[in-house]
């Protein structure tokens, strides 16, 4: 009886590691484009105590997050949500280039710590993950 629980209990423990190696994966993998997709170097501006970049890192971090969670919950199948994953990092990317649009000189106002150009690219990064992650959910 307790053998039957213990089997029922971690049968799912393949699932869990594929999908979390997966997701892990695709974290490294979006930190990786988004550092090189902006002009600035975000963990060396965060090393210095560079408030702005950890306030916009953090967003675009969380605002690819939660849709990657939202892809895992709701995925059929692990592809479907490395799909929807590659989705959310698409998003994120983007999201960075609309505020530029915005903001042209946020290029350099996040290297020169202007707080309130890093705190709004994070929450506008944030925002949008929140939204991508509802529109994932079907």
């Not at 895992?72 to 692990?78: E, I, K």
């Not at 709004?120 to 944030?126: A, P, R």
């Amino acid at each position: 009886m307790i053998a039957e629980k213990f089997i029922t209990s971690v049968s799912g423990l393949l699932d869990f590691a594929l999908y979390f190696g997966s997701s892990v994966i695709l974290v490294i993998l979006f930190l990786a484009v988004y550092v090189r997709v902006t002009p600035y170097r975000e963990f060396k501006l965060i090393s210095e105590g560079n408030l702005a970049a950890a306030y916009s890192f953090s967003g675009a971090l969380l605002g690819f997050a939660i849709p990657l969670a939202s892809a895992v919950a709701h995925s059929v199948g692990l592809i479907d949500m490395i799909i929807w994953g590659m989705i959310a990092m698409f998003v994120q990317i983007i999201t960075f280039f609309v505020v530029k649009t915005i903001f042209p000189s946020i290029v350099s106002d996040i290297p020169s710590n202007q707080v309130s150009k890093g705190l709004f690219l994070g929450v506008v990064s944030l925002a949008v993950g929140i939204l991508n992650a509802a529109c994932i959910t079907y």
